[in-house]
């Protein structure tokens, strides 16, 4: 038996599982999540709601529905009709969900269920060789998320399900992505036209600074062992282990931003793969490299063609293809070295063996569509800008879309809430064919096709896997209606509800009915037009009716019942510290402390509470995305370590209350950070020096968080204006090497970079 791993049973889930969720659930709050904006003609319906964090969707051959939940749970729906799900396994103790870390990927086997087999991808709580769990969902100050790092690796394992229809088993099938930071772990999985599993994984370097191992080296990348700073130009870690491929015989090859062609029953690398006669195991399974965070990819119908999204860092997000995934080409999509089409400065700054030697060998693979963080991908779309994060790649397939979107490129972006379509122009997906499609989503992670072709997306926001259907072409969705009578009453009340108002607008479509009448998030209560409920004690309950017209297309609605005179408010949380007035720096411990009243209930005890520390990350325009960091559930109080993250940014803290009944109330505190101003300078003036990602001339001033870790080159050799004479750099008047990170002091600084005219006597 796979150890953790358990059986459910449907009602035992929604009472074990739901209903300790903060805030994604409560008995009487049924109302459906807004739609997003669609094009005239299309519908964007829930497909599945009441899930947690959702990250990955895939569905079965034989009608099943599978959800990845960024915890460690997999769940399983008898078909889309199927409200309630089973527990398919639970990963829980090996996950580590902490930050963007946790189940992200999940693929079902093509064969399935002949051949019973389910496929995870998530990040394993083990350091590179060790056992799970190492850190809990949490990391610890020290080594601190963003400072030394908790150091975790990556899994890709096969389940298996037993008779029962649950997993009985885990085969792990590849374990690596040695990550430092809380981020660009694991991907996506995706079987190709050829039978192989395919997966993916991102870098898991520093996001705040050119990392290229200089914090501890904790994955022993070449030069130097585990524990000795890295530094130019011979550096292999951090980011650069996306280069792994290209590093000198006998150096390890590692997964980190590679693209993997595998044996779905073995791991192993398949035959016909760029490295097949490589003795380096990780070698043989690698057919792309170069990437940061190849979060989500997909094959184009057809076609050996893969399309993968990379998240991007400063600037651009990428959309990269391998033309054959099955040749014996290993495409380099050039990360760190190249952001988009262009040399990324802060790594080309760094003057990096690894990467001078990639722009002396003529570069990367160009992305085939790339898009920039402050520009809009479709002009005047409703999408905002200044961040980005591309979440999701799929292709139409056999939809009844309007033609205009057959053979159509979708991709997703977390950050903007968008998803766009890249319609075809002779016959190829065309970055001239760019239209909106979903927008306003509530943080789409993946998109996939299912059913009828249709387009879903997985929204983590919302806790859904929603559908865009197109009911202009063959089906078009109900209408539901509900009634109550009596409405009100005191207990006990007997009501009769009446669905018998619900509609279809197609001609000759026959209605279901699944009633969900004790406000449990299940719709199992009765399946007739017209039931009758008797409620005993004091409750406001919304109750729930589906209708599911011929064709499988539903509709919901709520009608509210208030049984004698409850209180019918939501539990009232008070956060009583942290101040709103606290300002914070990177690695300050911050404690904090809440309560929550209930007309009902009383004072709440501290299991009815629950905390989620976020940092609100914005762009200069002042758009902001959410990155959720830790959840702290069933405390009154407890503290957290202030984590490094570029500015403008912010840290958001919620505390939500749930009462007996099951409702809910939240209270959030923004919380801002000291700032400093770090002045950049050079003699003479002019010089062009790099800070993090983003190159200019001096003097300029960078505004910082207090504490935290910014990378610094000074680009050499370079030529100065006026005369566009070369200089060589010399030192820093704060002293350190030529490239170096500097930690923002509390009161702000002066860099001031020192360089030599280069002559005959003394060249550069």
């Known amino acids: 038996m796979l150890p953790g791993l358990f059986r459910r049973s449907r009602r035992a889930l929604a009472t074990a599982v739901v209903l300790p969720l903060a805030g994604a659930l409560a008995v009487a709050v049924v109302a459906a999540t807004p739609a997003a904006a669609v094009p005239t003609g299309f519908v964007d319906t829930v497909a599945i709601g009441g899930l947690s964090s959702p990250t990955a969707a895939a569905f079965a051959p034989d009608g099943r529905v599978f959800v990845a939940e960024k915890s460690g749970l997999v769940k399983v729906f008898d078909s889309l009709a199927d409200p309630t799900a089973t527990v398919f396994a639970d990963l829980r103790t090996a996950t580590q969900d902490f930050w963007d870390r946790g189940l992200l990927g999940l693929a079902v086997d093509p064969a399935f269920p002949a051949r019973p087999y389910v496929y995870v991808s998530y990040t394993l709580d083990a350091v590179p060789g060790g056992t799970a769990p190492r850190w809990g969902d949490t990391c610890p100050t020290p080594p601190g998320a963003t400072d030394q790092g908790c150091v975790v690796t990556g899994r890709v394992s096969r389940l298996t399900m037993g008779p029962d229809g649950t997993a009985v088993s885990e085969k792990p099938l590849v374990t690596g992505w040695c990550q430092q930071f809380p981020s660009h772990s694991v991907g996506a999985l995706a079987f190709g036209p050829d039978g ?3 997966a993916g994984g991102g870098d898991g370097a520093s996001f705040n600074f050119a990392d290229y191992g200089q914090v501890g080296n904790p994955c022993a990348d070449p030069p130097s062992p585990a524990g000795t700073n890295l530094a130019p130009p011979n550096a292999e870690g951090g980011a650069l282990r996306s280069q792994s491929p290209r590093r000198p015989a006998g150096e390890p090859v590692l997964l980190n931003g590679t693209l993997l062609r595998i044996d779905p029953d073995t791991g192993d690398g398949l035959p016909g793969n760029p490295f097949a006669s490589s003795s380096d195991a990780n070698a043989r399974r690698v057919i792309a490299y170069g990437a ?16 993968a999204g990379d998240v991007g860092w400063n600037t651009w997000e990428e959309i990269n293809r391998v033309t054959d995934a099955g040749d014996a080409v290993a495409e380099n999509f050039g990360w760190p070295c190249f952001e988009g089409s262009a040399r990324q400065a802060g790594y080309d700054g760094a003057n990096l063996d690894r990467c001078e030697s990639l722009y002396a060998a003529g570069g990367q693979t160009a992305p085939f569509y790339a898009y920039n963080h402050n520009a809009k991908v479709v002009a005047g779309d409703p999408c905002p800008t200044g961040g980005s994060s591309i979440s999701g790649i799929a292709f139409e397939s056999g939809s009844n879309y309007p033609a205009a979107y057959a053979g159509s490129l979708f991709f997703a972006d977390s950050s903007r809430g968008c998803v766009w379509a890249m319609q075809t122009l002779n016959g190829q997906p065309s970055p001239s064919r760019l239209v909106p499609f979903v927008t306003g989503a509530n943080t789409p992670v993946q998109v996939l096709t299912g059913p009828g072709g249709d387009l879903f997306y997985v929204a983590l926001g919302s806790g859904e896997l929603r559908r865009v259907s197109y009911p202009g072409g063959t089906n078009r969705p109900p209408v539901a209606v509900a009634t109550a009578t009596p409405s009100s009453g005191p207990a006990p009340l007997a009501v009769r509800f009446d669905g018998t108002g619900s509609t279809d607008p197609d001609a000759g479509d026959t209605l279901s009915y699944a009633w969900d009448l004790d406000a449990d998030g299940a719709y199992d209560d009765s399946a007739t037009p017209n039931p009758t409920w008797t409620y005993t004690g004091a409750a406001a309950v919304d109750a729930g009716l589906r209708v599911t017209d011929s064709h499988g297309a539903t509709a919901t609605t709520t009608v509210r019942v208030t049984v004698g005179n409850p209180a019918g408010l939501d539990p009232v949380p008070v956060i009583d510290t942290p101040a709103a ?3 914070w720096s990177v690695g300050q411990t911050v404690s904090f402390s809440g309560r ?4 009902q209930d009383g004072e709440l005890p501290a299991s009815a509470l629950s905390w989620r520390l976020a940092i609100r990350h914005c762009a200069a325009n002042g758009t902001c995305h959410t990155h959720n960091v830790q959840d702290f559930p069933g405390v009154a109080a407890g503290s957290f370590v202030a984590p490094d993250h570029e500015y403008p940014s912010y ?12 409702r809910t109330g939240s209270k959030t505190v923004d919380l801002q950070p000291k700032t400093v101003t770090l002045n950049f300078t050079s003699s003479p003036n002019q010089a062009l020096l790099t800070v993090g990602g983003t190159q200019q001339r001096t003097p300029f001033s960078r505004t910082v968080i207090a504490g935290s870790t910014n ?10 204006p006026p005369l566009n004479l070369k200089y060589a750099f010399t030192s820093w008047a704060h002293g ?11 009161t702000g600084a002066t860099y001031q970079a020192k360089y030599r005219l280069c002559w005959l006597l003394q060249p550069c």
């Open 596 to 599: 929550a009243i209930d007309a």
């Open 196 to 198: 192989a599993l395919y």
């Open 711 to 720: 990378s610094l080159s000074a680009d050499s050799p370079q030529n100065l």
């Open 581 to 583: 007035s606290l300002t």
């Open 292 to 307: 940061r965070n190849q979060f989500r990819f997909g094959f184009r119908p057809g076609t050996s063609e893969l399309w």
């Open 736 to 746: 350190g090497a030529r490239t170096q990170n500097v930690v923002a002091p509390a």
């Open 651 to 662: 840290l958001q803290l919620t505390l939500t209350a749930t009462d007996s009944t099951g």
